[in-house]
């Protein structure tokens, strides 16, 4: 059975260890001068080197021939310890042996001398899972332990290790592993295994461990079983990601508003078995880039970017920093509303038609009137209330009659955009169901065009009910029963005429499932 990548290329000294040489560095020293301490504890993200630094100190501190503070890796200690024949040398993982039990018995055997080795040495992972007895046991061990006794615990959470045990360890705390030297590591070994790997792959695989060179070697080891040929392709085929190119062609297209292109793309990412929550994943990552490639300029762009920093500064000049911003603030709404999406990719399809809107103006500055809102609205100025209903609407008083009303007696209410962005941070769920939706004043209640689904939620939910009337008042000063609109379907605007039957048809599908669109 063969070994996995991980395990057969553990580093066996101090000097194999990847990414962490200053603590490398002073622990050879302290076993080279003879200053090793009573306990330490290593902490950092998983696969950083925690268990390969503590069992190379194990070796050394009872290695017979080390040499320069490295264990010799040869000698029957090294090679005991290796294997766990070793006795002396204990690991416990704390997950599984939490309890104050465990910990009391280890305190009985630290009262006997290690058997083969000059140092027994009690290895503790994960040791923030320990309870609170099993912790007080452990800090009366450390408090006075046995000269032949040496602790070294390890955790990827060590806010949860009390202060009393800290304070009489060594700290060492363990970095993320440059992307660089897991990608050259990753070449060195794929070199040895006989695994053909692309430069680009490597530095792929490297960024997708994201500082854990455990994952980076396990990832390897997976894809090179899968092919012979590691590539972009093979690698976004195992781990579910998604080739770049797709990425920046969406954002082109996005840029020079290509709506066929786009959708077209969209199919075609979505055809390779990657799933909407993923791919949106990985545009608010790709956007993101785009944002600080324009805003830290090419001077400083280096410092941000592994790869792709020149793609980045390029396709950058294509947008405004503002629309930027509102790309992303649109994908991530779209990314907590999937949620509650059955159709996830029509949603993330009306979304991208939105985007292409938004690349026209100024994001932020651009005037959040009904008319921007979605494609069907009425001219604004049909349904225009003007201050003195407006007064007496704010006091209370509402008018039984509007002149400007239309022949069901309703106005459009146009503060109702104010009512959703205010409800963004009351409630993210609401705000959802609420964004592209509209609103109606009636002699008597204030009506909601909404989903089938919202309107249930309207009808049914008395708490929610409640939440968008207190939302209201506190944002208008209008205080009335609500409830869902029914009218079938408001008159388009005479623009939208101008559209593609396609686009038409496409936007009529989308509002029939309840999904509000925002086209410009």
């Known amino acids: 059975m063969s070994k996995a990548l991980y395990r057969k290329y553990r580093p066996g000294s101090f000097s194999e260890i990847i990414g962490q040489d200053a603590i490398a560095k002073t622990l050879k020293n302290q076993v080279l001068r003879g200053k090793v301490a009573h306990a330490y504890i290593f902490t950092g993200m998983r696969g950083t080197g925690k268990t390969s630094l503590a069992k190379i100190l194990a070796k050394a501190v009872n290695c017979i021939d080390r040499r320069d503070g490295n264990p010799c890796g040869r000698c029957d ?18 997950a599984s042996n ?17 058997a083969v080795t000059d140092m027994r040495v009690y290895i503790i992972d994960e040791v923030h899972m320990l ?30 290790v009390p202060a009393t045990v800290l304070s009489r360890c060594q700290r060492f705390d363990l970095d993320r592993v440059e992307t660089a030297l897991i990608s050259d590591h990753l070449m060195s070994i794929a070199e040895k295994e006989d695994i053909l790997i692309t430069e680009a792959a490597a530095k792929r695989i490297a960024i997708l461990s994201e500082g854990s060179l455990r994952d980076a070697l396990s990832i ?24 770049k ?16 292109n786009l959708l077209l793309e969209i199919d075609t990412v979505l055809s390779k078995s990657i799933n909407v929550d993923r791919l949106v994943i990985e545009m608010m990552s790709y956007y993101r880039n785009l944002l600080v490639a324009k805003t830290v300029g090419e001077n400083s762009a280096g410092k941000f970017f592994d790869e ?19 790309i992303l603030e649109k994908l991530k709404s779209l990314y907590e509303r999937l949620a509650f999406i059955s159709d996830k990719k029509l949603l993330l399809e009306v979304t991208l038609i939105g985007l292409i809107g938004k690349t026209q103006d100024d994001v932020k500055d651009k005037p959040k009137t009904a008319d921007t809102r979605s494609s069907y609205v009425k001219n604004e100025t049909e349904n225009k209330v003007d201050e003195r209903e407006k007064t007496a609407t704010r006091s209370g008083s509402i008018p039984k009659r509007f002149d400007n009303a239309d022949k069901s007696g309703e106005v459009e209410f146009e503060e109702w ?53 207190q939302v209201v008042f506190e944002t208008t000063g209008i205080r009335m029963p609500i409830g869902p609109y029914e009218k079938n379907r408001i008159e388009k605007k005479e623009k939208e005429t101008d559209m593609p039957e396609s686009l038409k048809k496409f936007i009529d599908t989308a509002i029939d499932k309840g999904i509000p669109v925002t086209v410009e």
């Open 417 to 469: 955009i104010e009512v959703i962005e205010a409800m963004k941070n009351v409630n993210g769920m609401l705000y959802g169901f609420m964004e592209g939706s509209r609103a109606y004043i009636t002699n008597t209640h204030l009506l909601i065009e909404c989903s089938e689904a919202f309107k249930s939620y309207l009808r049914d939910n008395r708490q929610m009910n409640d939440q968008i009337k």
């Open 220 to 243: 390897l080891d997976a894809v090179s079983s899968l092919d012979s040929k590691v590539n972009e392709e093979t690698l976004a085929r195992y781990t579910g990601t998604i080739d």
């Open 98 to 114: 939490s309890g104050v039990d465990n910990i009391r018995e280890l305190k009985e055997e630290t009262a006997y001398s290690p």
């Open 245 to 260: 190119t797709y990425l920046k062609r969406i954002a082109e297209f996005v840029s020079k508003k290509n709506l066929e």
């Open 131 to 160: 309870s609170t007895g099993a912790f007080n046991a452990l800090l009366k061990i450390m408090e006075e332990p046995p000269s032949h006794v040496l602790f070294i615990l390890a955790t990827t959470e060590v806010h949860k």
């Open 77 to 94: 200690i090294c090679l005991g310890i290796d294997d766990g024949s070793i006795l002396d040398v204990i690991e416990i993982d704390a």
């Open 308 to 326: 792709g920093k020149e793609e980045y500064l390029s396709l950058s000049n294509d947008y405004e920093t503002d629309q930027l911003i509102g």
